[in-house]
């Protein structure tokens, strides 16, 4: 017998679960399959902000004087 672990971290377990049901929908699993708390995609880029302000505040003047620079140009040998 198997017993639904909800907090197991691999996705491939809750995606098994979910494919369980027969085609003509008698028996369908239905419920919670998966439930890992992860910090989301919003909170990790806001820390990562936080974390480059901490180590250098933000000076534009600097950035538009700096030496890294781009050359935007068309290619040589190029079809006419």
Known sequence: ???HD???EH???AFGLAR???QN???V???IFRQVHRPTYDDQVRDQ???AREQRPPDLRSLLR???VWTVGETSGGAA
Do not use: F, K, Q
């Open 11 to 13: 996705p491939a377990y």
């Open 6 to 8: 909800l907090t197991v």
């Open 49 to 51: 902000v936080a974390r």
């Open 20 to 22: 369980l049901g027969e």
């Open 66 to 68: 700096g030496a890294d």
């Open 29 to 31: 699993p239905v419920g």
């Open 25 to 27: 929908l008698r028996h």
């Open 1 to 3: 017998m198997i017993v």
